[in-house]
């Protein structure tokens, strides 16, 4: 046996370990009950230790040195060496006891923060955050050691392989040059037409559900390898072969459910759509966190608040909840859903005003890693941040700094990825259109096929076999870039 063909024994065995810390992490969110919060740390806390070891292994190291030295493999097999170094890289830079301390520091955190966002205390939550944070610079200083990176670019490239600050900041320097007129002069054309008509709830949450669930099959969901299920925060985790998306219900707004379970299940079509060849390798993974959520806003954003999809769902909206009336015409739901419209909580932000969101989260973390920014600070600055960049005035910390759970859940260098995502999304699905000519029809049917089989081969049977842009290129011709992603604003919300 080959040194290579070793560590693909190694690295299924590492795969393993990693899909049972995802069912684990998934049941953490939603069916795990408090008592049992800290036994579960610990479970997952030796997962990642073992898994840590794999990694770390003076075996492990050995022969990918001798895998490397000798040579010969094909495209796929030669990249996944390569990610196999990545991940070894990564691993070896950061020492067992630190990850075992994080994982552990991150799940009592996770408790404590739906504690804290229920009850908006934010000082209940302080000191577990801290500590989170503490270990979070730590990591991302021995990885940037390691690596050559400034901490913050090595915890970044933990999310997304090669993104760096240095590409980060020209792409939101542009968003910002522009993005705050267009938000503007959205407004004032709404401002200027009759306002849309509201839904009247209440909604059936077991409807809601079982609409949920029509709109993932039309999508292709595979429910022989997932489900969806309900958690505080919505996600997509779980393992591979066996995928799980959550949403969260609201009897008086069927919308934030509905407009969940489509983003999730566009990250979902991503991991039941990846090399079956090399499901279990590192090469065969999704390339990162950007081009993640770049498929989970192409489902939601790009596709599913089209005029054309409108048209398909607003039937299954009235026959599912009896409703009739001009309120629930096609023109009308793509109104109510396309509407400029700052507010506090980001994953209900429109698309227009959510880079915004990100914007902040993306100052506020780089402040913190580096040591600019107290945790103790964090709600002020969070609140500051928010009036100046949507002039909103936060009155509790539940719907600022407590909102989400990327901190508490040591997630430092994810929030960039949402609006890179979003970037990536309008480029791809402006280029599956041009390839695709018949393609809103298709959504104005329900026929979401031409549009996941593009991506099925343009992006997800990819894996991790190009990196984010040299991906772009081929896709669309372009590396990643604002264009795309301004002109679809405009188009959708100036009528350009």
Same mark, same amino acid.
């Given at each position: 046996?080959?040194?290579?063909?070793?560590?693909?024994?190694?690295?299924?065995?590492?795969?393993?370990?990693?899909?049972?810390?995802?069912?684990?992490?998934?049941?953490?969110?939603?069916?795990?009950?408090?008592?049992?919060?800290?036994?579960?740390?610990?479970?997952?806390?030796?997962?990642?230790?073992?898994?840590?070891?794999?990694?770390?292994?003076?075996?492990?190291?050995?022969?990918?040195?001798?895998?490397?030295?000798?040579?010969?493999?094909?495209?796929?097999?030669?990249?996944?060496?390569?990610?196999?170094?990545?991940?070894?890289?990564?691993?070896?830079?950061?020492?067992?006891?630190?990850?075992?301390?994080?994982?552990?520091?991150?799940?009592?955190?996770?408790?404590?923060?739906?504690?804290?966002?229920?009850?908006?205390?934010?000082?209940?939550?302080?000191?577990?955050?801290?500590?989170?944070?503490?270990? @979070? &610079?730590?990591? !991302?200083?021995?990885?940037?050691? =390691? $690596? /050559?990176? %400034?901490?913050?670019?090595?915890? +970044? *490239?933990?999310?997304?392989?090669?993104?760096?600050?240095?590409?980060?900041?020209?792409?939101?320097?542009?968003?910002?040059?522009?993005?705050?007129?267009?938000?503007?002069?959205?407004?004032?054309?709404?401002?200027?037409?009759?306002?849309?008509?509201?839904?009247?709830?209440?909604?059936?949450?077991?409807? @809601? &559900?079982?609409? !949920?669930?029509?709109?993932?099959? =039309? $999508? /292709?969901? %595979?429910?022989?390898?997932?489900? +969806? *299920?309900?958690?505080?925060?919505?996600?997509?985790?779980?393992?591979?072969?066996?995928?799980?998306?959550?949403?969260?219900?609201?009897?008086?707004?069927?919308?934030?459910?509905?407009?969940?379970?489509?983003?999730?299940?566009?990250?979902?079509?991503?991991?039941?759509?990846?090399?079956?060849?090399?499901?279990?390798?590192?090469? !065969?993974?999704?390339?990162?966190?950007? $081009?993640?959520?770049?498929?989970?806003?192409?489902?939601?954003?790009?596709?599913?608040?089209?005029?054309?999809?409108?048209?398909?769902?607003?039937?299954?909206?009235?026959?599912?909840?009896?409703?009739?009336?001009?309120?629930?015409?096609?023109?009308?739901?793509?109104?109510?859903?396309?509407?400029?419209?700052?507010?506090?909580?980001?994953?209900?932000?429109?698309?227009?005003?959510?880079?915004?969101?990100?914007?902040?989260?993306?100052?506020?973390?780089?402040?913190?890693?580096?040591?600019?920014?107290?945790?103790?600070?964090?709600?002020?600055?969070?609140?500051?941040?928010?009036?100046?960049?949507?002039?909103?005035?936060?009155?509790?910390?539940?719907?600022?700094?407590?909102?989400?759970?990327?901190?508490?859940?040591?997630?430092?260098?994810?929030?960039?990825?949402?609006?890179?995502?979003?970037?990536?999304?309008?480029?791809?699905?402006?280029?599956?259109?041009?390839?695709?000519?018949?393609?809103?029809?298709?959504?104005?049917?329900?026929?979401?096929?031409?549009?996941?089989?593009?991506?099925?081969?343009?992006?997800?049977?990819?894996?991790?076999?190009?990196?984010?842009?040299?991906?772009?290129?081929?896709?669309?011709?372009?590396?990643?870039?604002?264009?795309?992603?301004?002109?679809?604003?405009?188009?959708?919300?100036?009528?350009?």
């Amino acid at each position: 046996m080959t040194a290579y063909q070793t560590l693909e024994q190694r690295f299924s065995r590492l795969a393993a370990l990693e899909g049972a810390a995802g069912i684990l992490g998934w049941d953490a969110q939603t069916l795990m009950p408090d008592g049992a919060a800290e036994a579960r740390g610990d479970q997952l806390a030796i997962l990642r230790g073992l898994a840590h070891e794999i990694l770390t292994a003076p075996e492990t190291r050995d022969e990918l040195a001798a895998a490397e030295q000798q040579g010969g493999l094909d495209t796929w097999n030669a990249a996944n060496l390569r990610e196999m170094r990545r991940a070894q890289a990564h691993a070896g830079a950061v020492p067992r006891d630190l990850v075992e301390a994080s994982s552990r520091a991150v799940s009592r955190s996770e408790m404590v923060w739906r504690e804290a966002r229920r009850d908006s205390d934010f000082a209940r939550l302080a000191p577990y955050l801290a500590e989170v944070l503490r270990l @979070q &610079r730590e990591i !991302g200083q021995a990885k940037g050691a =390691a $690596l /050559g990176l %400034d901490p913050y670019d090595a915890l +970044l *490239d933990s999310y997304d392989p090669g993104m760096r600050r240095a590409v980060i900041d020209p792409l939101f320097t542009d968003l910002t040059s522009w993005l705050p007129d267009l938000i503007a002069r959205a407004r004032e054309i709404q401002a200027s037409r009759p306002a849309p008509l509201p839904l009247e709830g209440p909604f059936d949450t077991g409807t @809601q &559900r079982a609409l !949920g669930l029509k709109l993932m099959t =039309a $999508l /292709g969901f %595979d429910f022989a390898r997932g489900r +969806l *299920d309900i958690s505080l925060h919505p996600f997509c985790g779980g393992a591979t072969d066996d995928v799980r998306i959550t949403t969260r219900y609201d009897e008086a707004d069927f919308g934030r459910a509905l407009m969940g379970v489509l983003h999730e299940t566009g990250h979902a079509l991503y991991e039941q759509g990846r090399p079956a060849a090399w499901r279990h390798q590192p090469v !065969g993974a999704a390339r990162g966190m950007s $081009l993640h959520e770049s498929q989970s806003l192409i489902v939601e954003m790009q596709a599913c608040r089209s005029r054309e999809f409108f048209t398909y769902l607003a039937p299954l909206l009235r026959d599912a909840f009896g409703r009739s009336g001009p309120e629930w015409s096609p023109e009308n739901l793509h109104a109510l859903n396309t509407q400029v419209r700052p507010g506090f909580i980001r994953v209900d932000a429109d698309e227009a005003t959510y880079p915004a969101h990100i914007l902040l989260r993306y100052r506020l973390e780089t402040a913190m890693i580096a040591g600019d920014l107290a945790v103790t600070d964090l709600p002020g600055a969070f609140n500051d941040g928010l009036r100046d960049l949507l002039g909103l005035t936060v009155p509790e910390d539940r719907l600022g700094c407590l909102q989400d759970i990327h901190w508490p859940s040591g997630a430092f260098g994810y929030f960039p990825t949402y609006t890179l995502g979003a970037l990536a999304a309008a480029q791809l699905f402006r280029a599956a259109r041009a390839a695709e000519p018949a393609l809103p029809g298709c959504l104005a049917a329900g026929d979401f096929a031409p549009l996941r089989t593009w991506l099925r081969a343009n992006v997800h049977q990819v894996g991790s076999l190009l990196g984010t842009d040299d991906l772009l290129v081929r896709a669309t011709g372009a590396p990643l870039g604002t264009a795309a992603f301004r002109a679809h604003l405009e188009g959708r919300y100036l009528g350009r």
